[in-house]
């Protein structure tokens, strides 16, 4: 009888297979401690270095996509999701990592062993990316606790790898693919709407950031982003209304310092 892995691990990826090792060595690391997971990698681009970085750290348990259509984290999240076969599912950017020892400690968690939705703590590393390698500048852990609250429908509060979702509460829902920022935050306020995670004391997930001009994010234009981002967030309040009125002012606020006056009732 096949035996179901307790976590789906959902890693997207797009031509960085330097960054992917760092992913997949942090996730196959887990296994020290606590096996019963699911690697699933999607590929929206034909990559060599992708393909030999997944042959050595991908075993016959995982899953390796390299899907058709348009490039973005969306379809391939989609994708991933539809083939997740874990009780939970996990979302880990390519160019992020996981701390030792964070599955053991989220299988024990007694809100995930009661199949609540979860949030944990993070680290925040600064990195340049340099075409040898990506080199840290600082670490800064982070304590998130009550930091997720009914304001995260004005703006998000927490990074999409310091979650873990039961998969039925994800049941239905999937990311916009259309969206051309934040596609996150709108796939976390729809699993809100039905319940929101609640805290587990844990060190999770290593987010890597990078800030200057090293980055290798996709799109250099700051005006067209700027412009997407406000274009995106009306997009999501109007998909998710504001739970309680004090909210639907301050998205109004929000709009208003990027130029755009919109009154309260229409948010």
């Given at each position: 009888m096949y035996n179901r892995p307790f976590f789906s691990v959902i890693v997207p990826t797009h031509k960085r297979p330097i960054l992917l090792r760092?992913?997949?060595q942090s996730i196959r690391s887990q296994a020290s401690?606590?096996?019963?997971?699911?690697?699933?990698?999607?590929?929206?681009v034909i990559d060599a270095g992708t393909d030999a970085v997944c042959a050595?750290?991908?075993?016959?348990?995982?899953?390796?996509?390299?899907?058709?259509?348009?490039?973005?984290?969306?379809?391939s999240r989609n994708v991933a999701l539809s083939?997740?076969?874990?009780?939970?599912?996990?979302?880990?950017?390519?160019?992020?990592?996981?701390?030792?020892?964070?599955?053991?400690?989220?299988h024990a968690q007694p809100s995930v062993r009661q199949g609540d939705p979860v949030y944990?703590?993070?680290?925040?590393?600064?990195?340049?990316?340099?075409?040898?390698?990506?080199?840290?500048?600082?670490?800064?852990?982070?304590?998130?606790?009550g930091r997720l609250t009914d304001e995260v429908y004005v703006k998000n509060q927490v990074?999409?790898?310091?979650?873990?979702?039961?998969?039925h509460l994800l049941e239905g829902i999937e990311f916009d693919p259309f969206m051309r920022a934040y596609e996150d935050w709108d796939f976390l306020l729809s699993i809100f709407d039905r319940q929101m995670p609640v805290h587990v004391p844990l060190l999770g997930s290593r987010v890597f950031e990078v800030v200057d001009e090293t980055s290798d994010r996709r799109g250099s234009s700051q005006k067209a982003n700027?412009?997407?981002?406000?274009?995106?967030?009306?997009?999501?309040?109007?998909?998710?209304?504001?739970?309680?009125?004090?909210?639907?002012?301050?998205?109004?606020?929000?709009l208003r310092g990027c130029g755009i006056s919109v009154g309260p009732d229409m948010l």
């Open positions: 760092r992913a997949l401690t606590f096996t019963s997971f699911e690697i699933m990698v999607v590929s929206d050595e750290l991908l075993t016959g348990a995982d899953v390796y996509v390299r899907r058709n259509g348009a490039a973005g984290p969306s379809e083939l997740a076969q874990g009780q939970y599912v996990l979302f880990l950017d390519d160019d992020d990592a996981w701390h030792p020892g964070c599955l053991e400690q989220l944990f703590n993070c680290s925040v590393v600064t990195e340049r990316r340099l075409p040898e390698g990506p080199q840290p500048l600082s670490e800064v852990q982070l304590d998130l606790v990074h999409m790898s310091c979650f873990a979702f039961p998969r700027d412009f997407n981002v406000v274009l995106d967030y009306i997009y999501v309040y109007r998909r998710h209304g504001a739970p309680r009125e004090a909210l639907s002012q301050k998205r109004a606020e929000l």
